[in-house]
């Protein structure tokens, strides 16, 4: 990733644009050593920027249809979106979005970056927020770090190569050596499925956050990061896509090139660069733009006022060779002990924010850890040094705090609670999962409590692993939380289960369903629990309530039918099955599932021709179920059909 270096103490920095009401102007003369360079003018204004606006404006127009197609039919194609690619990764499920970041990846090396600059919404959202800001006189300045500048392909690696590398080499290397303690630190993998189309799909926004995180997400990684980072903060420091884009733009031979007759080294170029390049410099050492930054947003081939630059093929950047002068010593805002500690202060708070609460997702983390980072190297200035500002504001003067340093250090010290709170909550679950891990318990034995199954040791890891899981929740429950992790209070649940303490357990999975809405698994797992206490008849309550509130809970309408059958109650299991197939599937192997289900139940009523006439209806729909042709075989002859 590039390092941004635009800083008003460099002697080469790049020409200052200030704010006139015809766009910004660029003091001359702006280099050293370098031609002539030609009169102060005014930087007119890029003809990219509305074209960009039209594109983006359409895009979401497109997206907002995909949005309301989908809720009409209940089927669409699948979230254009990158990190749908985990899912092929991980579950083998060949989306849209997968084909999508392929095709991305393929696009920029042979073009460079266009798919960052004139389709990526996030990319939009932050020159949005930097127009705002400057709108406001606000003018953020790139923070320049070396070693965080390698946090998205890191995080790239993370997402999209760990997983497989987990499952093939890592997870089989550690049990062939016997680290079962390192194997449970990262998880057992599950098998790889195999691949499966899922280009289609009814659960559209089931991988997209909620709009009460959505809005925090767009804030932090627009606004905050570049106000705190500088432009396209989050692309330089927390994108993983970029992190790929980034070293596929230095292969790609698509580049902005430098008619070197025609450039005048006015800078007007780099004054309009939101990727924070420098173009001037960058075309006059290599006559072409080399910086993976580079987001081909065409913005300095528009306002050259020589018609210098222009989009071409030429050598890839990575064999660009020496520069054709000294290359200008970049300064960056760290000193190299600084770099590692606050390298240490973001993988520490990402690590603290991400899943908090299972409600912070990764993106969001890493955007928020790149501002802690900031605002505490920043602080650890205000109270250091002896004049220190921050974009718009005095913080200390010759020493003593400002108000503004007062507020800034009072917000410092509230994140790094807010932090400290969410490492401690982490640290928590970590430290249950390892032990969780170790619980080898079967659920019947769970449930059912038969003296002696479950031993002393299992018992004794359930129950420390229980502490660890019970500080993960809310205060209100004995944690340490503003609110419960779900998977710390699913896991309690769980262990409260496997210690025999039912009634904790169900009312550790009822508070999650108050929380978070009914889920299909947690609320069998709480049906059964009530089931085994002897409290059937609040067992079948809560699971006809759950089918009310989702009837496409298919394993509650299961367990349901399951227990009224087990009543005796068939005609009750048969309206139950009834529910199914008159909601239609959209999914045709889903309707045969359920019509197979109503089949099986006519078939205890004895009501065999019913039952092949459903049979026959679920053969035709999945004729390569073989267990529906058997059964509809049986139905035939049982009704004397053959
Ligand atoms: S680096 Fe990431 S956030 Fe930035 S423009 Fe590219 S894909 Fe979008
Ligand atoms: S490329 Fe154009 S805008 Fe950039 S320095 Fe040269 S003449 Fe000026
Ligand atoms: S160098 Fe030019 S094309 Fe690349 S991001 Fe900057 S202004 Fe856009």
Redesign the pocket.
Known sequence: MSTRRHHVSDPARPPSAKQSPAGPTVSLPVLGGGRPTEPTRRVRRSKMGPRRATVFITLHLLFIAHFVQWRLTGRTLSPIEPSETMYTLEQGAINAGAIFFAVALLATLIFGRFMC?WTCHLAALQDLCGWIMKKMGVRPKPFRSRLLGWAPLLLGLYMFVWPTAKRLVIAPALKAGGFDGALRLIGAPPAFPGFSNHIVTEGFWDTFAAWPIAIPFLLICGFATVYFLGAKGFCTYGCPYGGFFAPLEQLAPGR?LVDPDKCKQCGH?TA????N?R?HE?VREYGM?T?P?????????SVCPNGA?SFGFATPAIFKGAPKRAPIKRNYDLTRREEFALAGVFLVSFFAWRGLYGLVPMLMAVGIAGCTTFIIWKARRAIRDQNVRIIGAQLTRRGRLRPAGVAFLAGAGLLVAATAQGLTLRVERLRGDLLDARVTVSKIDAFTQTPGVISDTQRALARRALAHYRRALAFDAGGWGFTDHPDAATRAAWLHAVLGERDAAIALLRRLNDRLGVADAREVDLAQLLAFAGREDEAIASLRSALDADPTLAGVRDTLASALTLRGDLAGALEVRRGAVRRHDPDPRREARARAALAATLMQMGRHADAAEELAIAARLDPADPSILNDLAVALYLSGQV
């Open positions: 600059g902005i170029c309009v660069c939101t990727s390049v173009v960058q733009v910086d930054g580079c987001m081909k947003c065409m913005d300095c081939v630059l």
